[in-house]
């Protein structure tokens, strides 16, 4: 995936102040791609999903930055996204063979320039999150019933597994319901201490977690019934649980429940009853700690949340299939954004609660600067990219473009020179609207390239920093953990034009990831590094 990395200045836009609405768009549509879809908004506000594309039988990772990118990354339906604190995106997956009797659990993630993929044998997968280094905890089921019953993909076992970094380690947590085996929940608390939900074996809803030498302990937290077909596990910010899941007895319907641990306790409330299968049920907390939750009732995309004191409920959308998960999340303004599966074509669908706005970006390139933009909300038959020089004017730089454009390169521009600019969006009826202006930027003239990389990684002892430099000049290499520490300055001095190599020894830094930062005249790159023993 040639991703792009924005050094840009963005800003957000909105229009005429007016109440939040709910607007819907179509993401993908190629064939039967709207299943089993998972959302996570990153730091800037922008939807990362990824979905399942049923016609090829692989993985499909899509972003939005001002438009839609689409990404295939491996064979299988994926169960759980996670974004990195370097906006990389992390996602869990299984793919079936041999008539669903050989089971592959993969872990893939991106790290800034390809795919990694991980992958096991036998095993189910069910959720997946990262700690606050970055690295991956996931739980999943697996026939082997480690020693407590007989071993089948009846019962098996409900499993977790870790990684520091640079090693996995796997542990047996429970026997599992027959009829939930494979809709367990995980979460970590703000210590990252990992919890699991789940149905086990006499149909009770269980949340368990790990403590510090690697016990798990367990809640009783509801009655499952005879079946359970999804449940999510969040924590608030006091590290509570909170679970939303569907209880189904023989011969009753189906509940849609919200169970939650205080101070007194674990209480479950009904939140609809009779429900249209719920296994599409989705969860996300906001700053409150009031619950969101989405699920499918009659094919109707239902959106219910806690307002502090009541439960208020509406329809989303309809002709919304029930037999494949919703994912729900909250943006920084605390509005819902979901995806979900269009029951009529298979569509990949994405509903979001909020004002129509415009998101403005500027980013100097080598021919000048590209002003870069996605429209929220609005629809326009026509675009016009205004500029400004210093404290002037704004005045019309790119011509009438089409409304679908999403990006234009004023080439017309001095070195030197600091420019903001301006969009103007026409509509059907001939409205114009002006947003605007975006951050200043100085465009310092002609691209100098510089490159940098860093290998092997893994890497034990040592590693290579490998870098490209356009122009003789002074140059600084430093190394930094994820937390942003500078642990070490590996160089800073002057270097020759061209390519440089050097080798660091990485014998005495503890096992973890690192970012290895080049800061030169001719700009700054980050690469990542990841130390192993």
């Known amino acids: 995936m040639k991703r792009l990395m924005f050094l840009f200045f963005a800003l957000a836009l909105c229009g005429a102040a007016s109440a939040g609405e709910w607007h819907i768009e179509t993401v993908d549509e190629e064939g039967e791609v709207g299943i089993y879809s998972s959302l996570v908004l990153d730091s800037y506000d922008f939807p990362h999903v990824v979905y399942a594309n049923a016609d090829s039988g692989t993985v499909e ?30 996602i869990l997956s299984c793919k079936v063979e041999g008539g669903g009797y050989a089971r592959f659990m993969k872990y893939s993630r991106w790290d ?70 494979d809709v367990g929940s995980l979460a970590l ?6 919890y699991v939900s789940y149905a086990d074996r006499h149909d009770e809803l269980i949340c368990a977690h790990r403590t510090d030498n690697a016990v798990w302990l367990y809640e009783e937290a509801n009655t499952c019934a005879d079946s359970t077909s999804k449940i999510c596990l969040a924590l608030d910010s006091s590290d509570l649980p909170r679970i939303v899941h569907d209880t189904t007895a023989k011969d009753f319907p189906t509940d849609l429940n919200y169970s939650y641990r205080d101070e007194d306790g674990w209480k479950r409330e009904i939140l609809d009853r009779n429900i249209n299968w719920g296994g599409s ?54 509005n819902p954004h979901i ?84 969009l103007e969006t026409v509509d059907e009826d001939g409205v114009v609207s002006r947003f605007g202006p975006s951050e200043a930027v100085v465009f310092s003239g002609p691209a100098r390239e510089i490159s940098l990389s860093v290998y092997p ?29 500078r642990v070490s300055t590996v160089f800073d001095g002057e270097t020759a034009a061209g390519r440089q190599a050097f080798s660091v020894d990485a014998a005495a830094l503890p096992p973890g990831v690192y970012l290895v930062y080049l800061d030169a005249d001719a700009g700054t790159l980050t690469r990542r590094v990841v130390i192993a023993r």
Not at 77 to 89: E, K, M, Q, T
Not at 189 to 194: M, R
Not at 286 to 301: A, E, G, M, R
């Open 112 to 181: 800034g320039a390809e795919w990694l993929i991980k992958s096991w044998e036998d095993r189910i997968p069910n959720s997946m999150a990262l700690d606050s280094d970055d690295n991956a905890h996931i739980s999943y089921y697996t026939a082997d019933c480690h020693g407590h019953g007989e071993p089948g993909w009846d019962y098996g076992s409900v499993m977790y597994t870790g990684t520091d970094g640079y090693k996995w380690w796997d542990e047996y947590v429970d026997m599992p319901s027959y009829w939930a085996r």
């Open 281 to 334: 049920c989705s969860l996300a907390l906001d700053d409150s700690d009031f619950p969101h939750i989405t699920y499918v009732d009659n094919n109707n995309l239902i959106y219910i949340r806690w307002d502090g004191d009541e439960w208020i409920s509406e329809i989303v959308d309809q002709n919304v299939s029930s037999s494949y998960r919703t994912s729900i999340g909250l943006d920084s303004s605390g």
């Open 339 to 422: 995806t979900y599966c269009d029951v009529v074509n298979y569509d990949l669908k994405y509903a979001w609660y909020g004002t129509p706005s415009v998101q403005l970006f500027v980013q100097t390139r080598a021919e000048g600067v590209l002003v870069h933009w996605g429209l929220r909300g609005y629809t326009s038959v026509s675009l016009r990219v205004l500029r400004s020089a210093g404290d002037g004017e704004p005045v019309e730089v790119s011509g009438a473009l089409p409304g679908e454009a999403t990006c234009w390169l004023d080439t017309k521009v001095d070195a030197g020179g600091e420019y903001c600019y301006w």
């Open 457 to 485: 990684s893994p890497a034990s002892g040592a590693f290579t920093v490998d870098y490209t430099l356009p122009e003789n000049g002074r140059i600084s290499i430093s190394l930094y953990d994820l937390s942003g520490r």
């Open 189 to 194: 608390d703000s210590h990252n201490v990992v």
């Open 61 to 90: 990772y899509a972003y939005w930055n001002g438009f839609w990118h689409f990404e295939t990354v491996a064979e299988g339906v994926p169960f759980s996204l996670a974004i990195d604190s370097c906006g990389y995106p992390h």
